[in-house]
């Protein structure tokens, strides 16, 4: 995971300056402006709520739900400091998977009146081809990294904790799992620029 | 945040375990929803786990298959140099018979039918002949010229082992425990029969069944005994860490603290930190730690379905079958209160419970319950549906063999 470079400030405020613009569009009723919010930040929404609720069809329908909830915002105006768009984005997101999770309620009473949004086919397709990549990565590692994967990702343990029980030094668990978190991510970095 | 922070402190992966503060975790949110490249790593990680986790029963059963392997190759050692110091030792007490034929303790007859079933006998090694089942201990024992028979009682709380070796006075045969292939001569019971190895070879990670052959009252045939055996063998159910922050729908009905941001408040709060040591007492397989602890987590919160479920399959791996049916009758009380997720048929714990409790059943020779239960597992939804209907098949083809035999039995 250390191998990519971070992102240079600069990328950042630029990222900024997009924001900005996009949420004055999105206010002045342009709907092209919608649907490329929708594409900017679709994944990420997915990825909070995925990790918020760890359901996925739950976090499917909340990314929806979040996304619509947005838009309604944006176009009435709501968000004061369009510089700080990311954290308005989370923010709802926050709240309406809270909600969620304590009312269990898996649909909300949001709706948009003609372009409710819906699943991407080719987001879908996209994220079996991430899965089935995976699993391949997986299938080449030797037992010993999948256990490390496991007992770290999975299980929660920290690298101590591994290393005690595989009878392997702390450093060699660090570097095993880094290397094959690191496989994966640049595959993944791969096919996402494919 | 800056990207630095995310590689450095590996945030990914503490996020998606639910190891970051709330401040932390809005920080992350925020960040990954500006920057595509950490975006990709969270997904990355992400995906991995999930993958992980579905996996996460075969990576565990593959590496308890190469831990058994490394048992059993030193296990295979040992019993080679016994056999090996048991040779010697029939050698000796033959040298020094024939030197000195009037003082010495002759070998029974019997003997040679012992060594006949040594493991050098030409039979395949099987279940029903293995050394351990025909060997003589006494027998094999009194070729050494220096063991005479104890004078001891053979009997009571305590008895000896019958024998004592090198003459000694004073001192009880009980502490010359004489081991042979892991059993030794020592009484397990009280004032009763020496306790036999069990004959059959349970596969790694089984138990077998506390006394399937002695407290079923159904059973008539040897085949039928088998069958039951097999049938009331205990597979560890999985468990799979999902993270201290879990908020699946399931774990949500269970530590509403946890969900609310407010744990150690709710009585399953005070029970978690109990439960999670018990589960990991649990996946090492250390069965009777996780039976403690679980039994502490049970006292702060009774009706914890997750808690009563392992701490009736705990002891169900411990040949507790009597002990294990009130915790998972629990879940299923539990369960059976909650309408809303009887209603929806939501409950993940119902169909293990009652499949497990059928297992308890068939072990203590309840087979009228055993099959209600397993009626029960097979008609609910999950991944034991296709077991619980193969067992119930098989369980009916018993009970249906055996009613013709047994026309008195108490479980028609």
Redesign the interface.
Known sequence: ??E?P??AAAT?SE??AAAVVLAQRILAGDRSAEDELVST?H???F??A???????DAALDLTQEILIAILKALRSGQLRESAKL??F???A??NLINNY??T?AHHAEVELDDEAYSADPVEELESLE??RL??RE?ESFS?TD??I??L?????HSLAEVAQRLNLSHEAVRARKSRA?RK??K???RM?QT | M???EL??D?L??K?????LDPAAQ?GF??H????V?????????????????E??HQ??A??QV?HSRFHWKWVTVATFSLVICGLGAIELGRMKSSKSAGTHVSAPASAASSASSSPSSSAPLTADNRPVNSRNYINFTLNESRVTRDKALSTGSSPGTGLNLKGQKGQRARSNLVTVDGADATDNSVNGVRSSVSPAVAPSGEVPPASAKSQTPEIGSDETAKELFRLGTVQPPPY?????A????HR?SLDPGA??GKPGRSPNSQARPFFRDAMDAY?DKRYADATDLLEQAAKAAPNAADVNFYLGVCRLLQAKPTDSIAPLQAVLVNVNANAEAKANDTSPWAQAAHFYLAKAYIQIGDLADAEAQLQSAATLTGRLSAEASSELTRLQAVRAREKPQSPGSPNP
């Open positions: 995971m250390q990519e971070p992102v950042m990222a900024n930040y994944r990420g929404v990825v909070i995925m990790a918020r609720t760890r359901d996925r990311a954290a984005i989370q923010g997101a926050r999770l304590r269990k991430r899965r995976v699993q997986l037992i999948r256990q994967l496991l770290s990702l999975v299980d929660g978190v994966i991510t595959k993944f970095a996402s | 800056q990207c630095q590689h450095r590996e990914a992966e996020y998606l375990n639910g190891q809005d949110e925020v990954i929803l500006e920057c490249r950490c975006l990709r790593q969270v997904e990355a990680v992400q995906t991995l786990r999930q993958e992980l986790d996996r996460a990576i565990r593959y590496s190469e799979t860490f999902s993270g201290f879990s908020s699946s729908g949500a969900l609310s996946v």
